[in-house]
Nanobody, 124 residues
Framework: QVQLVESGGGLVQAGGSLTLSCAAS????????VGWGRRALGKQRELIAT???????NYVDSVKGRFTISRDNAKNAVYLQMTSLKPEDTAVYYC??????????????????WGHGTHVTVSS
């Protein structure tokens, strides 16, 4: 099993900044692409930023230039630095990771996991 735990959410005024963190734990052998998604009230969850094992990043247009994703492979952690926040950024933010995990019997399996989310509220 692989667990992802997000932290760092909260209430911030428009124009402010916030940094989210995500820590992965469990029988992790390797983590390939990690990312952040968000789900606003009444909307579906969307993947907004990803970073590969080679540190290639990708962002949706709505956050490009304002959000920065980064990772610390030694800590199995991923971060999302958010600046110039807008009220429309209000959502539950989720961490996602893909990789390989050990099954305890010498076998290896792929995993694709989401965290439980952290709330971000941007006031106008």
């Amino acid at each position: 099993q692989v667990q992802l735990v997000e932290s760092g959410g909260g209430l911030v005024q428009a124009g402010g900044s916030l940094t989210l963190s995500c820590a992965a734990s469990g029988s992790i052998l390797s983590i390939n692409t990690v990312g952040w998604g968000r789900r606003a009230l009444g909307k579906q969850r969307e993947l907004i930023a990803t970073i590969t094992s080679g540190d290639n990043t990708n962002y949706v247009d709505s956050v490009k230039g304002r959000f920065t994703i980064s990772r610390d492979n030694a800590k199995n952690a991923v971060y999302l630095q958010m600046t110039s926040l807008k009220p429309e950024d209000t959502a539950v933010y989720y961490c996602h990771a893909r990789g390989e995990m050990g099954l305890g019997n010498g076998q290896v399996a792929d995993f694709s996991s989401w965290g439980h989310g952290t709330h971000v509220t941007v006031s106008s």
